[in-house]
């Protein structure tokens, strides 16, 4: 099924209707971010070191997060994804490209957040980064991928050693599902033995290159090597 098709679906889940009041920032963007939602309630609470938070009910217990003030969207069909620097084969694709292209991989983990929420065995889906960086074809001198998103902001990084894990996924699914917009799609970062700072929402563009170039929260203290269980709770630890 295309995403077309998928799009053209009736949503069931679309039941629940709320509108999602980005309460740090002080804006509240009502209907656009109530359609970028597929319709999930979400009452910001409190604002939570890595970004404005809100439950997502019928979300299994997933917090949004976002450094950004709003919830960009691209729709099936305008996204693009880059992959470039050094490999010999600067890509840009499509979803339907990223879908049909190359093969198609199904994990399914717990998600754990740094600052302690956790949902269990959630179904990511999507192409293995180490397929991506395959089609590419990585330079000598390659050690690290940068990630780019299209909210403008948020980066991450992981060393090229990491990224070939086979459980580090450029994620198009989620619970079987197309990602919502609130949870990073079309497409995101799934680094699944990561804490989940590492899986970058709205991914544009991965670039190859010869050392790490630390995150948005990495730059603001957080383990450069997210695996989960080396940093818990250490949600507050100090730059260094
Ligand atoms: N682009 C972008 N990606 C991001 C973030 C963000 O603020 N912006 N927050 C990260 C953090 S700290 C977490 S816990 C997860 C939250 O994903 P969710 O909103 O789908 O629950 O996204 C990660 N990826
Ligand atoms: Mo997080």
Known sequence: MTADERRGTPVGRRVVLGVLALGAAGVAVGARVQKATDGVLATVASKDPTGLTGL???????????????????????????????????????LKQLKEDLPSTRLVRDVQCVTGWRVPQTAFTGVLLSDV???????????ALRFTCFDGVYTESLTLEQARRPDMLVAYG??????????????????????FYKSAKWLAGITVTDEVTPGYWEKRGYDVDGWVGSSNGRDDHPTS
């Open 133 to 143: 960086l395959a089609a590419a074809g990585v330079r000598p001198g390659a050690m």
């Open 174 to 195: 989620m619970r079987d599902e197309p990602i919502t917009d609130a949870h990073g799609g079309p497409v995101r970062l799934y680094a699944a033995p990561m804490y």
């Open 56 to 94: 997502l009910p019928g979300g299994g217990g997933f917090r949004f997060y976002s450094v950004a003030a709003s919830v960009p969207h691209r729709s099936a069909d305008n996204y693009r994804l880059t992959v470039d620097g050094l490999v010999e084969r600067p890509t840009t694709y499509t």
